[in-house]
Nanobody
Framework: QVQLVESGGGLVQAGGSLRLSCAASRRTLSSYVMGWFRQAPGKEREFVAAITSSGRTTYDANSVKGRFTISRDNAKNTVYLQMNSLKPEDTAVYYC??????????????????WGQGTQVTVSS
């Protein structure tokens, strides 16, 4: 069982920055592909970014490319999402997720096995 806990969400003005963290308990994340997703009210859960277990490969959704950066510190058992140049349309609950078996980056929620509880990000205009 992998327990993931997100933190770092909040209210920020458009153009501002936030850094989300995803920490794990009970299991090390170092061998897992990790992803970030988001879900706005009335919308489906949307892929944001993912990173391989080594951290050497990342993949970002087009909507956040050049603004968001996913990274990980396996020594701290933590994955990060640095969000810059935030826009009101980035407002959503952000979730981190772990893929414990496939080993490759996937962009669909079904490709991940464990999820955090989510952290709210609100961007005001």
């Amino acid at each position: 069982q992998v327990q993931l806990v997100e933190s770092g969400g909040g209210l920020v003005q458009a153009g501002g920055s936030l850094r989300l963290s995803c920490a794990a308990s009970r299991r090390t994340l170092s061998s897992y592909v990790m992803g970030w997703f988001r879900q706005a009210p009335g919308k489906e859960r949307e892929f944001v970014a993912a990173i391989t277990s080594s951290g050497r490969t990342t993949y970002d959704a087009n909507s956040v490319k050049g603004r968001f950066t996913i990274s990980r510190d396996n020594a701290k058992n933590t994955v990060y999402l640095q969000m810059n140049s935030l826009k009101p349309e980035d407002t959503a609950v952000y979730y981190c997720a772990a893929d414990v078996g496939r080993g490759i980056i996937t962009t669909t929620p079904g490709g991940y096995d464990y999820w955090g509880q989510g952290t709210q990000v609100t961007v005001s205009s």
